[in-house]
């Protein structure tokens, strides 16, 4: 799921000549961003492939972590420069949740030497600490639902009732999540609900989204942004609901976490 999330994102790029919109990690002004946003397609698309076959998986997830890391780091200065806005922490939390499971894929699957200068963030110990990002990067991805209600609601699919109820409901479930998960409350019930509420998610809003964007001249109405958005959603949606699958496959069961104390 991860890989195809990644390869799907550097198709996008490839096609668009452009970062992933409001996920972008460049901003506008930089120079040659066309040919870096091809760049990143590039690496995207081939990280994404290799992760698919055993014999080039440990590569793959060791060029990934540094890549994600990156991705992260350039989105600091947007919350440095605005730490009042709750979007701009919505917008970091999302990325440190890919991050957690590249970072979760790296400790299991890159295989370091022994000895290895970063092996700190490999194995069990990397595992945990991915574990805790992961936590942490739920409170505000939740408590967005309530900063920006009536966006969310929006985004509720309009067969369902009580569309600011489920607005709400789904944001406490985040914070709680988070909290489970930072505390060692239920942690593997809490990271499992998580990674089954993001899915949902992708296959309730951003799939049929993108299904009907392919039958429907959006981009005579919105410009590029009628094709991009859509799919450009569906793919960062589809890329942390598998970061979070990655993290959840990981918490120990209770029993297992307390024989190893």
Not at 75 to 83: I, M, Q
């Amino acid at each position: 799921m991860f890989a195809i999330g990644l390869i799907g994102l550097g198709m996008l790029a490839r096609v668009f000549g452009d970062f992933a919109m409001v996920w972008q990690p460049v901003a506008p002004w930089f120079p040659v961003r066309t040919a870096l946003a091809y760049v990143t397609g590039a690496f995207e698309v081939g990280v994404g492939c290799g992760l698919l076959f055993p014999a080039t998986r440990a590569w793959a997830v060791r060029i990934l972590f540094p890549g994600l890391i990156l991705w992260v780091l350039l989105k600091v200065p947007a919350v440095v420069a605005a730490p009042q806005t709750e979007g701009v922490w919505l917008g970091l939390a999302e990325l440190t949740i890919l991050l957690s499971g590249g970072w979760t894929l790296f400790a299991r699957l890159a295989e370091l030497p022994e000895r290895s200068i970063f092996g700190f963030a490999a194995g069990e110990r990397g595992v945990r600490a991915a574990r805790m990002l992961f936590g942490a990067s739920l409170p505000p991805i939740g408590l967005s639902h309530f900063v920006y209600l009536q966006a969310t609601v929006n985004l509720v699919p309009p067969w369902l009732p009580f569309r600011a109820g489920w607005a709400r409901l789904t944001g406490a479930g985040q914070i709680a999540s988070g909290l489970g998960v930072l505390f060692n409350v239920l942690p593997r019930a809490a990271a499992w609900a998580q990674a089954a509420q993001i899915s949902i998610y992708t296959l309730l809003i951003w799939l049929p989204v993108s299904l009907v964007t392919s039958y429907m001249n959006l981009e005579a109405v919105f410009g590029q942004s009628g094709r991009r958005l859509p799919f450009t959603a569906l793919f960062i949606s589809w890329t942390i609901a598998a970061a979070a699958w990655v993290v959840a496959q990981n918490v120990p069961r209770k029993r297992v976490a307390n024989a190893e104390k």
